[in-house]
């Protein structure tokens, strides 16, 4: 059965329509509609319930040590209140998960991992934890709300003063509208952005006065269609989609998360000599009349070449973009190729990543 958030019942009773997503129950989109949230987000501000993310702590005299060899990322140089993208690669170098580190004090770490695999990263990291180090799953403890969008620094600066000034940063003892909570300058969406995490039972009270705020500045709540479109248009990786257990972080074009210069990690490996891989993620711009969605074969010359991995028609770029793992040989931005969808060839070019960058008009 699924779970349902802390902020569960204010969906339902806003006009939420409530989809299973991740084993959860949440808002797909409520009365505006998908477009709408999208762009709303992109000019204005969106409010998005994000409590189903699952949250560890790593702490203790080994904790970095730890860090260091289950996860491909460098955090010897991470000071106190960074964030740092990462992913957990199993033996053979493909990937168990994609997630955030946030570096709270020394020796204590807060890691933020996709909904879907939390138990399957729980199990994964306490099976490889050595050494004076304690592993927790306090997922059930927070509640986790995104404010997105290009207002969102004005909304949150009307609530508290505890604001973090750069991208990939957090503060652990903010308060906003009176109500503790962790800060962080992190998002899903392409934009300027921030997500808190605050207790559930502060959840709704913390939603509520945001959305207040946020009134004259545009703010609505948002649902899961617009998430994904928006970290679609933004050309962001999704576990299940771009990035599985049978793909390799440079396969899926995130050569950029993993650090073959650290002494080792769990896959490097498996990983070693594979720098430049036969097949590569890459972006197409649909230029036919059809929008490509997962797993349609992609074409170049005649011949199969790969296949899409998530695609939609973007609202503010008002063009159809997809993402696909093609053969390295035609990944050069301009090749023309053609995308299976749905027993019609439909023309398509590479195009570079992201589609959509902040400010685009």
């Avoid at 080994?62 to 260091?68: E, G, K, R, S, T």
């Amino acid at each position: 059965m699924e779970k349902k958030t802390p902020l569960y019942q204010w969906h339902e009773s806003h006009g939420g329509r409530i989809v299973p997503f991740a084993g959860y129950l949440l808002p797909v989109q409520y009365e505006s509609g998908v477009i709408a949230e999208h762009n709303a987000v992109r000019e204005k501000a969106g409010l998005f319930d994000v409590s189903h993310m699952g949250e560890f702590v790593i702490q203790g005299k080994a904790a970095l040590a730890n860090l260091q060899r289950i996860l491909t990322n460098d955090f010897t140089n991470m000071t106190i209140g960074r964030v740092r993208y990462t992913l957990m690669c199993n033996d053979g170098g493909t990937i168990i998960d994609d997630l955030v580190v946030c570096k709270m004090e020394e020796g204590r770490y807060f890691l933020v991992v996709n909904a879907s695999n939390r138990e399957k990263d729980a199990d994964w990291i306490k099976a490889h934890l050595s050494g004076d180090v304690t592993f927790d799953d306090v997922s059930d403890t927070y509640a986790q709300i995104a404010l997105q969008g290009p207002a969102s620094p004005g909304i949150l600066a009307s609530l508290s003063n505890t604001i973090p000034a750069k991208y990939y940063t957090l503060i652990e003892q903010g308060t906003v509208a009176g109500i503790d909570c962790i800060v962080s300058r992190t998002g899903y969406t392409g934009e300027t952005g921030f997500e808190f995490y605050c207790k559930s039972a502060d959840a709704e009270r913390l939603w509520e006065k945001l959305l207040e705020a946020g009134k004259g500045a545009g703010l609505i709540p948002c649902g899961l269609g617009a998430r994904d479109t928006l970290r679609l248009e933004a050309a962001m990786p999704l576990y299940g989609h771009e990035m599985s257990d049978t793909v390799n972080p440079f396969e899926a074009n995130l050569s950029s998360a993993v650090k073959m210069d650290k002494p080792d990690f769990i896959g490097k490996a498996s990983l070693t000599g594979k720098e430049k891989p036969s097949r590569i993620r890459v972006g197409l711009r649909i230029t036919g009349r059809g929008i490509a969605r997962e797993h349609f074969p992609v074409f170049a010359g005649g011949k199969p070449v790969g296949q899409t991995s998530s695609g939609t028609f973007c609202p503010w770029l008002k063009q159809a973009f997809a993402m696909a793992l093609v053969d390295s040989a035609i990944a050069q931005v301009g090749t023309p190729c053609e995308v299976d969808v749905r027993g019609k060839k439909v023309e398509a070019e590479i195009c570079a990543l992201p589609f959509y960058t902040k400010g685009q008009k």
